[in-house]
């Protein structure tokens, strides 16, 4: 059974800064691309970024130069790193891991439960 557990999440004022960290437990093999998301009310889920086994990125445009995505590879976990907060990033955030499995060629992708973020002052 696989599990990804987030935290991090809360209230911060506009401008500030919040650390996401997502880390996958259980039984695999390897862990491919991992990634973060989120969801505001009333909108779609949108990629926010995602990072590669090897450690290379890509963000959303609209978090650019404010978010960074990192991960710990040994302890199977992912972060996301927020500065320069702004309202418009209030939603909930998802983490997710695509994680291959022995025997199996295709990897799995696995979610979250989510976290809040709420910028506001």
């Known amino acids: 059974q696989v599990q990804l557990v987030e935290s991090g999440g809360g209230l911060v004022q506009p401008g500030g800064s919040l650390r996401l960290s997502c880390a996958a437990s259980?039984?695999?093999?390897?862990?491919?691309?991992m990634g973060w998301y989120r969801q505001a009310p009333g909108k779609q889920r949108e990629l926010v970024a995602v990072?590669?086994?090897?450690?290379?990125?890509n963000y959303a445009d609209s978090v650019k130069g404010r978010f960074t995505i990192s991960r710990d590879n040994a302890k199977n976990t992912v972060f996301l790193q927020m500065h320069s907060l702004k309202p418009e990033d209030t939603a909930v955030y998802y983490c997710?891991?695509?994680?291959?499995?022995?025997?199996?060629?295709?990897?799995?992708?696995?979610w979250g439960q989510g976290t809040q973020v709420t910028v506001s002052s």
């Open positions: 997710n891991a695509d994680i291959k499995f022995s025997g199996s060629y295709y990897p799995r992708r696995y």
């Open positions: 990072i590669s086994s090897g450690g290379s990125t």
């Open positions: 259980g039984t695999f093999f390897s862990i491919n691309a």
